[in-house]
């Protein structure tokens, strides 16, 4: 008889001062009601933060808190941090320094 194996979803732990975000989609289409093709669309820059590591360790072994937590949005870097798909869904993890700001609504 075989065993069936139920497709256990892979959790992201991020280490040190490392935050996993999912991207934000962009509009598709303009206000105007122009269709915007994938070639002309912009890397997107927002965010909504999944996992955020420990924080990183000072010059005296004191760890550093990070100013970021589950469930924030943010503002990145347009070009940063390390693009992974995991269980389909897309991701990018990125060190704290490169959030340039906590996007509030």
Known sequence: MAATKSKAKTALQPL???IVITPLKQEE???SGLVIPDTAKEKPQQGEVVAVGPGKLDDSGKRIAMELSA???ILYAKYTG???KLDGTDYIVLNE???LAKLVV
């Open 16 to 18: 040190a001062d490392r």
């Open 29 to 31: 289409v303009t206000a």
């Open 71 to 73: 469930g924030d949005r």
């Open 82 to 84: 390390t693009e992974i």
């Open 97 to 99: 320094k490169d959030i």
